[in-house]
């Protein structure tokens, strides 16, 4: 099969591979700190709403710009941080599938003498799924249209997490508790809920909310050596299907390890027990997730990098789950200066469907490869090539939609893609307000 040239934009959820652009370190007592920095992209896509026959494929150029706010502030021990980012692509032969994201997030970190801690997160994204994924995975040209969907369909994320630490900062052993929450929903379906009434439900059918403990005892074990020892509980629940619900425990193990110069392993392995409360014929999950990662320096200018994991998610219908195993290699060379590097990056990447009736299993290859320039400490320039193919063990997959569930809908199964890139990264400025 022919592989295209496209520019995957959050491709699997994977974030630009941006180098760390340096700000200035102005922060005095009880001052504020504000930074910012602008990406901008410029790039081609022939495949916009990931189709599997070639005569489907919108192929356009786009541009699309990236700034980033943060207000720094700091009094004594305690630490404040609001931030702005967003995303806003343009298209140039594709208006339809023209995009703004917002991210806006708020930390707080307070200490309580030496050994007591309370931190705040809040954030919340106004995003975006692409028409051709998530829940309009598969969808030819005619469905989008049935259906409504003119463009990229709008999600409202919010996370919040409260967490108190007990030990000192510096010190050998600590133990944190986490309450968190989350949420999903869906905007701006005006215009799906005038096409189809039932489609219109099956969106609100995806909402979810969830809320969550955490757990935890650190073990700093030496400099370079730091275990983590966690239990976990998510419930999370569905807006309109009860028969999604589900709860899950995890008892997880940590480790960042330094082995030496040259060697630097992080993982968690955890066991998770994931339980549909609701309906008894879902097939739950009981055994191993991981997130292990591992890099090898075998010289000052080469490094090597191993990285593999496994996890579960949720599919668009009830039912059971999808199992996620993802296994990859990556090889990063310096060149003549440390300004210039290369990166080259392959993942192999699984979804296993756990359902009841359904034994679909897909397969998809990521490969990429990544020039990266350091042009100054405040300015990054980056040219992505990325090649991705997706194959399923199915030509075609139903499911269905509507208050009854009775309302057959057909996706069609794979897709090959290609991508080309070029991003650019700049600090603005570093400003810094004392207050007198």
């Not at 189709?51 to 494929?57: K, L, M, P, S």
């Not at 060697?263 to 014929?281: M, Q, R, S």
């Not at 055994?287 to 668009?316: C, F, M, V, Y």
């Amino acid at each position: 099969m022919r592989s295209e040239l496209t520019f995957l934009a959050g491709l699997l959820a994977m974030p630009y591979a941006w180098a760390d652009l340096q700000a200035k370190p102005h922060t005095g007592v009880a001052g504020i700190d504000f930074e910012s920095q602008v990406g901008y992209d410029v790039g081609y896509n022939d495949n916009v709403t990931w189709q599997r026959y070639g005569g489907n494929e919108i192929g356009s150029a786009y541009q699309g710009v990236k700034p980033i706010f943060k207000a720094i502030g700091e009094r004594y021990e305690d630490r404040y941080l609001l931030m702005y980012s967003g995303d806003y692509r343009r298209y140039a032969s594709d208006s339809a599938d023209n995009r703004d994201n917002h991210f806006f997030m708020f930390n707080g970190k307070w200490r309580f003498g030496s050994m007591h801690g309370l931190s705040l997160d809040l954030d919340e994204t106004f995003g975006h799924e692409e028409r051709g994924r998530d829940t309009t995975e598969g969808f030819l040209p005619e469905q989008f249209k049935e259906f409504g969907i003119n463009q990229p369909i709008a999600t409202r994320f919010f996370n919040s997490e409260l967490r108190y630490s007990y030990g000192a900062p510096e010190g050998r052993g600590k133990a944190e508790v986490a309450l968190m929450h989350k949420q999903l929903r869906f905007r701006n379906l005006d215009s799906i809920e005038d096409a189809s009434a039932d489609f219109h439900y099956y969106m609100h059918d995806q909402e979810w909310h969830e809320n969550s403990l955490v757990a935890e005892l650190f073990d700093q074990k030496a400099k370079t050596l730091r275990y983590r020892y966690s239990f976990i509980t998510n419930q999370r629940r569905y807006e309109l299907n009860p028969l999604k619900d589900s709860n899950e425990y995890y008892l997880l193990v940590g480790m960042k390890n330094r082995l030496s110069g040259k060697t630097e392993i992080n993982g968690n392995v955890a066991w998770l027990y994931k339980d549909f409360i609701h309906n008894p014929d879902s097939q739950g999950f009981n055994g191993l997730n991981w997130d292990i990662n591992a890099d090898w320096k075998p010289l000052e200018q080469i490094k090597l990098n191993l990285h593999s994991s496994q996890r579960i998610k949720d599919p668009t219908d009830s039912g059971g789950y999808i199992l996620v195993s993802n296994f990859g290699v990556g090889y990063e060379h310096h060149w003549l200066v440390d300004r210039f590097s290369t990166l080259v990056d392959y993942s192999y990447i699984t979804e296993d469907y756990k359902h009841q009736t359904n034994g679909r299993k897909d397969q998809s290859n990521l490969v990429s490869l990544t020039f990266n320039y350091d042009y100054r400490p405040s300015v990054n320039f980056q040219l992505k090539l990325q090649w991705n193919t997706m194959h399923s063990n199915k030509e075609k997959d139903a499911f269905y939609i509507g208050p009854d569930y009775d309302h057959e809908v057909e996706r069609t199964l794979g897709y090959n893609d290609s991508a080309v890139i070029f991003m650019t990264q700049v600090q603005i400025c570093s400003l810094t307000m004392e207050n007198g």
